[in-house]
């Protein structure tokens, strides 16, 4: 996996941070690198238009089981399929 790529979704999460204040009470989390990895991957597997949205709010929504707002998410679903579209 292109770790630029990775690194670069991680921060497009890590501005937005839908943890919020327990972002610090969150053990292992490194910059959202994980979800990051983990949205590239179920993103590709996925074939709808609505493909990295639906990623990213399943991954957050299982990985901390928060709810997320669909503004928010829907913002910043479109940098991230930008990000993705530069791989393919």
């Known amino acids: 996996m292109d770790e630029v790529i990775v690194n670069k979704i991680a921060k497009v ?15 292992g989390l490194e910059g959202y690198r994980y979800e990051a990895m983990d949205i590239i991957s179920s993103s590709k597997i996925l074939s709808s238009s609505q493909s990295v949205k639906e990623s990213i709010f399943k991954v957050l929504t299982q990985a901390f089981h928060i709810e997320l707002d669909d503004a928010q998410l829907s913002k910043t679903a479109e940098k991230i399929k930008s990000l993705i579209a530069e791989t393919k």
């Open 13 to 27: 999460i890590e501005e937005w941070n839908p943890l919020g204040e327990k972002t610090n009470s969150i053990e």
